[in-house]
């Protein structure tokens, strides 16, 4: 597995507080709100916050392009890539 996507499971874990769920529980390209992993916008917010400080990226809370960014692990870690150096 991708060491960003795994850092980035283990992130989600950890800020959200899940209980009973590995890295490996999640899978990279399924959705992580309402199916899939289940966030909702609450989980957005924080974990949205916890990505920006970890990795120094700026997030727009009212883009549709973040929407698009936290639709899976796998989006995610391809926004992270480009828009860190």
């Known amino acids: 597995m991708h060491e960003l996507e795994m850092e980035l499971k ?5 800020c959200l507080d899940l209980e009973d ?3 490996e529980d999640i899978v990279s ?4 709100f309402v199916d899939g992993l289940g966030l909702d916008s609450i989980d957005a917010l924080e974990l949205g916050l916890n990505i920006q400080k970890k990795y120094n990226v700026k997030l727009d809370a009212n883009s549709e392009d973040t929407k698009k960014h936290f ?8 926004f992270i890539q480009a828009n860190t150096p």
Do not use: F, G, Q, Y
């Open 21 to 23: 769920i590995t890295p």
């Open 71 to 78: 639709a899976s692990v796998k989006s995610l870690v391809a």
């Open 29 to 32: 390209d399924e959705p992580l």
């Open 10 to 14: 283990e992130l989600i874990i950890d």
